[in-house]
């Protein structure tokens, strides 16, 4: 059984060690690590040696493919189980399930000795009909409906010649149609050229018009683009679309169709022989009626499960640039949530995030009380020596940017600079149980500005208080599996705030619950021991904290940074189990650890092999000098922010060739989405992002980028604005918009994404004429979703 068990995970290894770009003896080496409760940031930081420096990419994608291949193989065991409890297990089938490697393949080879319902064939074979089939299927010379007589048998349910041969056919096609083979052959087949044709379902077009760029569509199931393929499916789960799977161009090209390999597989060919035709109308019913909405169903949920993968990327990719967009720092900071009839509401966090004042002032419609807000804050500010105003790109955000403006230019002498940022997740922030817990007493509006004043001093500490998914920075979050997504921006935002460190003396639960190793248990006594026993001094201090033992210890000891507390080295990144290297370096040295801190020039004349012993090797002494260097280093760029253009206020300001300063607000497979000040996101179309082909809008732009756009086209009835990088882009000729040239050049992305942003939806036909090219998709709700 060990014997068992150790090939079982040597093949694990080797499988996944190829598909990582490792060796066999690394993926071993990470998977023991990872089932003895390692974190993959502890592994991909302080296990270097262990695992021969795989990274934490590698390391994600070692794990989410365990886990894969160990379900794989439980199924495996399971099936293997039930067919030898049948009697029916071979050894050339054992041998076919044991090297069968994806969940597809093993379930086709199962399919025939599943257990199911009495079907048309077991009937067939329980009435002797079975030597009727393999008798016409070995000589077709023979005429079917003379053979069937004399399988005719009234008391076995056999009437007459015609219901024998319509039993031997339904034995055929259950044969052919679970033949794991053939079934294997069709589906690749099927996947390479397939193609995918919707058309909008009677009495559908008005109710989903939304989707009118797919009412007829086809497209290369192989080759659609991610964020078109869910939009079709989400199309058909509204019922608006109908989705089929057809051979496509290989149909035309007159090649052998599903049918015809059927055919070919069995044997079977029309040479004028008696029962070449009911032989071939057994496999023209083996497609149609087994085989062909069995790959259908198989293929569209590959093609899904693909699709899935690829949104859950985009929204992680884009989540990691937030979370690791600029902090502003310890600055005293003035939050403004933005609003009209209710008023903006108003929040002072001082240095270290502590809430200070909270006002509610009516600037706007209806109340229009503008000079008295202005002496408001005016007064807040001074009370609190605030330096940064920070402003929610909500809803009259622009009125309230106009008013801080003006607060500015009242108070030169404090030197105000403001900035507005994202409020995605705000609102759900207000609301939840960790906001009423952390202000039970404030009112729930006025807990939104205090999120948007702290994430502007740290964005990463103030956004893992949000569920990810609510963040909004997805493409087509919703129509993915929860538990996917929610899995994957779990990992994104562990490893971004383990990038980071988290100083244990300020954090807050939240943000210690995603600290390597530290559950949301551990992370709330720290904080209570914390509160018990004021601030800590060392990080040894950490084990008197109660469930916090040995191994949790080790886990996050190295992510936590205490300023100014006993031992230098508490402050930095290297981890407490290597100190003893840091002591051999400082005993040849004869200095202290405070003196050889930020020494360049004497850090990087150290030979790394001189220090290195049985647990540490070079690549870990390498990463302690370069620590030594520029200790609790931050990796987050420098704060920076964009300055939005005066007199620009709405999408009504636009005006076809300005030029403007914006923020990258999100990224999608299509382009990427610009927040310029307007209440409205501007796209920059995939193919208008840069001088070159870009395959991957994430190769040139991330959000949170600060970028100088030229505007293209505007359309303020439906609120679509086309943005481009490229400044010496001419917007489109006027005249009918049917005319205008598209906007995007040079790229083939272009010609099948104009609408993908039309609707929370997606896509265009490739064959759609330029309408709206220039716009090709700025709209209201794609933020979030697509």
């Known amino acids: 059984m060990q014997d068992t068990s150790s090939k079982l995970a040597l093949h694990i290894a080797r499988t996944i060690a190829a598909e990582i770009g490792a060796d066999t003896s690394q993926a071993l080496s990470a998977i023991t690590l990872l089932d003895e409760g390692a974190t993959v940031p502890f592994i991909a930081r302080y296990r270097k040696e262990v695992t021969g420096g795989l990274d934490d990419t590698q390391l994600r994608n070692l794990e989410s493919r365990l886990g894969y291949l160990r379900e794989l193989e439980d199924r495996r065991a399971a099936v293997l189980a039930s067919i030898e409890e049948q009697g029916k297990l071979s050894d050339e089938l054992r041998a076919d399930i044991e090297a069968a490697d994806s ?11 599943k257990q199911k319902r009495r079907t048309k064939a077991q009937i067939a074979r329980e009435a002797g009909l079975e030597p009727l089939a393999d008798s016409l299927l070995a000589d077709p010379q023979q005429v079917p409906e003379t053979v069937a007589q004399s399988y005719v048998d009234a008391d076995k349910g056999v009437a007459d ?46 109710e989903g018009a939304k989707y009118r760029d797919y009412f007829d569509h086809a497209e290369n199931l192989a080759r659609i683009p991610s964020h078109r393929l869910l939009a079709l499916f989400r199309a058909r789960r509204e ?45 023209r019913l083996t497609w149609r009626a087994k085989l062909h909405m069995h790959l259908l169903l198989d293929l569209f949920s590959q093609a899904r499960e693909k699709a899935e993968a690829e949104a859950i990327a985009v929204f992680g990719d884009n989540l990691k640039d937030l979370l690791l967009a600029a902090p502003a720092g310890p600055r005293a900071v003035l939050g403004l949530d933005p609003g009209l009839r209710t008023g903006v509401k108003v ?77 995605a997740g705000a609102s759900v922030y207000s609301a939840s149980e960790f906001a009423a817990r952390e202000f039970p007493d404030l009112d729930v509006s006025l807990r939104g500005a205090v999120s948007i004043a702290r994430r502007l001093q740290d964005p990463l500490a103030e956004l893992v208080k949000i569920e990810p998914k609510a963040i909004g920075v997805g493409q087509y979050q919703h129509d993915v599996d929860g538990f996917r997504l929610a899995r994957a921006l779990d990992a994104r935002v562990e490893d971004c705030v383990n990038a980071v460190g988290v100083d244990v003396n300020t954090a807050s639960a939240a943000l210690l619950t995603r600290v390597s190793g530290l559950s949301a248990s551990v992370a709330d006594n720290i904080v209570r021991f914390r509160d018990q026993h004021g601030a800590f001094r060392s990080r040894k201090a950490l084990l008197e904290v109660p469930r916090l033992g040995e191994k949790t210890f080790e886990q996050c000891a190295g992510f936590l940074r205490i300023a100014d507390g006993d031992h230098p080295l508490d402050a930095s990144s ?10 051999r370096i400082l005993a040849g040295s004869q200095r202290d650890v405070k003196q050889i801190i930020g020494d360049t020039s004497f850090l990087r004349a150290i030979k ?58 999100n990224v999608a497979a299509f382009g990427a989405f610009v927040d310029i000040g307007v209440h409205q996101d501007g796209l920059i179309h995939i193919s208008a992002l840069a001088d070159r082909y870009v395959k991957d809008p994430r190769e040139v732009v991330k959000a949170g980028d600060i970028v ?12 679509r604005i086309a943005l481009t990088r490229r400044l010496d882009d001419a917007p489109p000729a006027a005249g009918p918009r049917e005319d205008r040239a598209p906007a995007g050049r040079g790229n083939p992305a272009a010609r099948g994404d104009r609408a993908d942003a039309r609707r929370s939806g997606g896509p265009a036909k490739p064959s759609a004429a330029p309408a709206d090219s220039a716009l090709a998709a700025a709209f209201a709700r794609a933020k979030g979703q697509g």
């Open 161 to 206: 010649a015609k219901a024998a041969l319509d039993g031997a056919r339904a034995i055929l096609m259950e044969r052919w149609g679970e033949d794991a083979s053939l079934v294997g052959e069709l589906r690749n087949w099927l996947g390479e050229v397939g193609v995918i044709r919707a058309r909008v379902a009677s009495g559908k077009k008005t």
């Open 708 to 719: 100088k756009v030229k505007v293209l086209e505007v359309d303020v009835a439906r609120k």
């Open 608 to 665: 790394p092999e001189q220090y290195t012993d049985d647990k540490f090797g070079v690549p870990t002494i390498r990463d302690i000098l370069k620590e030594l260097e520029k200790p609790g280093r931050d990796p987050r760029p420098e704060f920076k922010a964009a300055r939005f253009a005066d007199g620009v206020e709405d999408i009504k300001d636009l005006r076809e060739g300005m030029i403007l300063e914006g923020v990258i607000s």
């Open 574 to 583: 290297v981890h407490p189990e290597a100190y003893p290297v840091v002591e």
């Open 347 to 423: 929040a002072v966090v001082d240095a270290t995030g502590k809430l200070l004042a909270t006002e509610t002032i009516y600037p706007h419609e209806p109340r229009r009380q503008w000079d008295q807000s202005l002496q408001v804050l005016n007064r807040l500010c001074v009370a609190h020596q605030v330096q940064l105003i920070a402003i929610g790109n909500g809803t009259a955000s622009r009125e309230t940017d106009k008013l801080a403006g003006d607060l500015i230019k009242l108070a030169p002498q404090l030197k105000l600079q403001k900035v507005v940022v994202s409020e």
């Open 239 to 283: 019922e608006i679309l109908h989705l089929d799977l057809d051979p496509g161009s290989d149909a035309e090209a007159g090649h052998l169709q599903g049918e015809g390999r059927v055919a070919v597989h069995a044997g079977i060919s029309a040479q004028g022989r008696p029962a070449d035709k009911w032989l071939l109308d057994a496999c």
């Open 103 to 113: 969940k597809s393949r093993l379930e086709d080879l199962y399919l025939p000795y």
